[in-house]
């Protein structure tokens, strides 16, 4: 297991479909430690527009290729454990992230790519065995006549190394299936006091703020952005789906608040970074929400114009008080909100990730 000062790693690493295996780790004592408490319920989904499970028969080889998802209509992506129980909860109902398939396809191209000393692609720990050398997990749904797949990757930008195999993964993504739409998606911490927990930001661009490890890359502080919102998107993201797993979360609003202003943008850092209430790392005043990847999505989509690119994070974390300006105490209460709540405030991502491709 990573060290419990590796926040960042912690938040990718911690899997609400086995929470007692973290227990030693995250020092999860006042949450009960279930599956059922930590991940989304059903939602009301409109008839003809549910997410439903399309398994592989016979069961793809981890070696295999993605060409039998050219074609698809959607590519979603997301990056945390967490992420991936909800948008399997929601979207693969009787098929958990423990059931999707492994992507090894060509992964001797990757090994030597991936030289960061603490990327998950390189843990060979127990609990991280279906993720040590593999690109990610994947798997496809339908939304009505919509075909998705749905993908968990393994490759992370902060983690991996200079030579950024994330950015090559999912160009490759892009390419293979060639979707009219690619989402990346999943949680996020809150920029600024009035972004709540659980709110939801749907990026009109996504940019960087690299100010350790690639503080001296060319786009550092680079730009990017994304596709405008489908007409009545926002409209299908009624309270009626939001406000089941909403109301389970303490802090937030009964109904998520949707960002999309041109201020809201998603803001990819190089270090697991927060806001807090003394602005310790600078984000004020940049976007409405950080993480650590979306940007370098953008970046690898540059060259496919033709697809359309959403960023959509919600708050799984909201600007934490620092009142005695003890960052390390901030970072590990931050942590703990994520763990609690990460897969319940991702229910509203998700929902808007829905929304985007009914409507596109």
């Known amino acids: 297991m990573p060290s419990t000062k590796d926040l960042g790693r912690s938040i990718i690493d911690f899997d609400p479909e086995q929470p007692h295996l973290h227990l030693e780790a995250f020092a999860l004592t006042d949450i009960a430690l279930t599956s059922t408490n930590l991940l989304p319920g059903n939602v009301p989904w409109p008839a003809g527009k549910i997410p439903t499970p399309e398994p592989l028969i016979p069961v793809p080889g981890e070696s295999d290729d993605l060409l039998k998802?050219?074609?698809?209509?959607?590519?979603?992506?997301?990056?945390?454990?967490?992420?991936?129980?909800?948008?399997?909860?929601?979207?693969t109902p009787g098929y958990p992230v423990s059931s999707w398939y492994e992507y090894r396809h060509n992964v001797a191209d990757y090994i030597p790519l991936v030289t960061g000393a603490k990327a998950p692609f390189n843990d060979n720990s127990a609990n991280m065995s279906r993720y040590y050398h593999s690109m990610g997990l994947y798997f496809p749904c339908k939304i009505g006549s919509k075909k998705v797949l749905l993908f968990k990757s393994g490759l992370h930008f902060c983690y991996d190394g200079p030579a950024f195999p994330v950015k090559k993964l999912m160009a490759e993504l892009c390419a293979i299936?060639?979707?009219?739409?690619?989402?990346?998606?999943?949680?996020?911490?809150?920029?600024?006091?009035?972004?709540?927990?659980?709110?939801?930001?749907?990026?009109?661009?996504?940019?960087?703020?690299c100010t350790k490890q690639y503080a001296h890359e060319p786009f550092k502080d680079q730009a990017y952005a994304t596709t405008a919102l489908p007409l009545g998107c926002l409209a299908a993201i009624t309270p009626a789906l939001t406000q089941v797993n909403a109301t389970r979360v303490t802090g937030g609003r009964a109904v998520p608040k949707m960002w999309t202003d041109n201020g809201s943008l998603i803001v990819t850092t190089d270090i697991f970074a927060f806001?807090?209430?003394?602005?310790?790392?600078?984000?004020?005043?940049?976007?409405?929400?950080?993480?650590?990847?979306?940007?370098?999505?953008?970046?690898?989509?540059?060259?496919?114009?033709?697809?359309?690119?959403?960023?959509?994070?919600?708050?799984?974390?909201?600007?934490?008080?620092?009142?005695?300006?003890?960052?390390?105490?901030a970072g590990n209460r931050a942590g703990d909100i994520y763990k609690k709540y990460g897969g319940l405030t991702t229910a509203a991502s998700i929902i808007a990730t829905w929304a985007v491709i009914i409507t596109s």
């Not at 911490?189 to 939801?200: E, S």
């Open 275 to 329: 806001d807090d209430s003394t602005d310790a790392y600078h984000l004020q005043g940049l976007g409405r929400a950080c993480d650590m990847g979306d940007a370098m999505v953008a970046a690898a989509l540059e060259t496919f114009p033709d697809v359309k690119f959403y960023a959509i994070r919600n708050a799984s974390d909201p600007q934490i008080p620092n009142p005695d300006n003890n960052l390390s105490e």
């Open 177 to 209: 299936v060639k979707p009219k739409v690619f989402i990346t998606t999943g949680t996020g911490g809150a920029i600024g006091a009035d972004v709540l927990l659980g709110d939801v930001v749907i990026a009109p661009k996504v940019r960087f703020d």
């Open 69 to 91: 998802f050219q074609g698809y209509d959607a590519v979603v992506v997301t990056w945390t454990s967490a992420e991936a129980a909800a948008l399997a909860a929601m979207f």
